[in-house]
């Protein structure tokens, strides 16, 4: 079926079993962190907790999470792999790229075509060396995923410069594309537009992520229908939508015949200081475990069905990680 590499190594696509597409283990704000190591601790302790919760996912019957923390996240990928080690019934896939809104990191603003418009663009060679040699300081892990983002500022010319160099290690490595959208804007047209059109790379190996923030299911029809495969990976994060509001959706979208176009997450994470850690206790459905605790029994309910289930946790991701059918 083919080979994806994880945090212990490659792994027949076969192996992957039921996999979450979009789930963090350590998301850090890595230079304030220096100035504030109380509230991350040491390393043993929040190693120890992703462990622990690492276990009771697997627990739940999940083989595998895609972890798409990458440069701008505070990825440290050594950490993950001490996590892998512990609970090896559990498969980690992590992802290279660059998360902005707006600019380039300070470091690629003056390299490549920040100096000189036409030269060639260093983040093309680190994101095809991390996907095809190994991510300095992990012991040689892999990347098995590519990241980029466009939120409500739109396309800015550093969310574009980063888009179009993921779209160009995915042509040179074939590895698939995950990309956060905010639905609310609508910012799935200019990924078509950039990504797809101008690109040349298929939709269908790019996931929309957080598309479930929406509730409109003829917008996100119209997406799958265009190939894209619809990341409905918040669940648990009931802000702008409700639990119910992201359950009826799924349910709608599975009625329509959709399952084949989309992907199950929490977007969740072990550890965030992007939050408040007061206002955490705000967010109590917001874990690892919600899915399987309370939205799969829920949706069963309002009628989605075990093969469409599979569909979503295992046929979509094993195809889009392997690029199989």
């Not at 696509?13 to 850090?28: K, N, S």
């Not at 809104?101 to 470091?107: A, I, K, L």
């Not at 036409?118 to 995923?145: N, Y």
Request: one cysteine or more; aromatic letters at 6%.
């Amino acid at each position: 079926m083919g080979l994806v590499p994880t945090v212990r190594g490659e792994i027949d696509a076969g192996e992957l079993g039921r996999t979450y597409m979009h789930e963090h283990l350590f998301i850090r704000t890595a230079d304030v962190q220096r100035s504030r190591p109380e509230e991350w601790g040491d390393d043993g302790t929040r190693i120890a907790d992703a462990v622990s919760r690492m276990r009771a996912l697997a627990a739940q019957g999940v083989r595998t999470i895609v972890d798409p923390t990458v440069l701008g996240m505070g990825r440290d990928v050594a950490l993950v792999r001490r996590v892998a080690e512990q609970v090896p019934e559990l498969n980690i896939v992590v992802a290279t790229g660059i998360y902005t809104y707006d600019s380039v990191p300070f470091y690629f603003r003056h390299r490549g075509p920040g100096l000189a418009p036409g030269t060639p663009d260093p983040m093309d060679e680190l994101f095809v060396d991390e996907i095809t040699r190994g991510i300095p300081g992990s012991g040689g892990v892999r990347a098995g995923m590519l990241k980029c983002a466009i939120d409500a500022e739109g396309l800015t010319p550093g969310v574009e410069r980063v888009m179009r160099a993921v779209a160009r290690a995915h042509h040179r490595t074939g590895a698939p594309v995950t990309v956060h959208t905010h639905p609310g804007s609508r910012t799935a047209g200019e990924v078509k537009r950039v990504l797809c059109d101008e690109e040349q790379v298929d939709p269908s190996r790019v996931v929309l992520g957080h598309s479930g923030d929406s509730t409109d299911c003829d917008y996100l029809a119209e997406l799958a229908d265009d190939g894209f495969v619809l990341g409905m990976d918040r669940f648990g994060l009931h802000l702008d939508v409700t639990f119910e509001q992201r359950a009826a959706t799924l349910v709608e979208m599975c009625r329509r015949g959709y399952a084949g176009s989309m992907v199950l997450s929490q977007d969740a994470a072990c550890y965030i200081d992007w939050i408040d850690p007061e206002a955490l206790p705000l967010l109590p459905q917001w874990n690892h475990l919600h899915l399987g605790e309370e939205v799969l029994p829920h949706v069963r309910e309002l009628g989605v069905t075990d093969q469409q289930i599979r569909t979503m946790l295992e046929d979509v991701p094993r195809r889009l990680l392997a690029g199989t059918g």
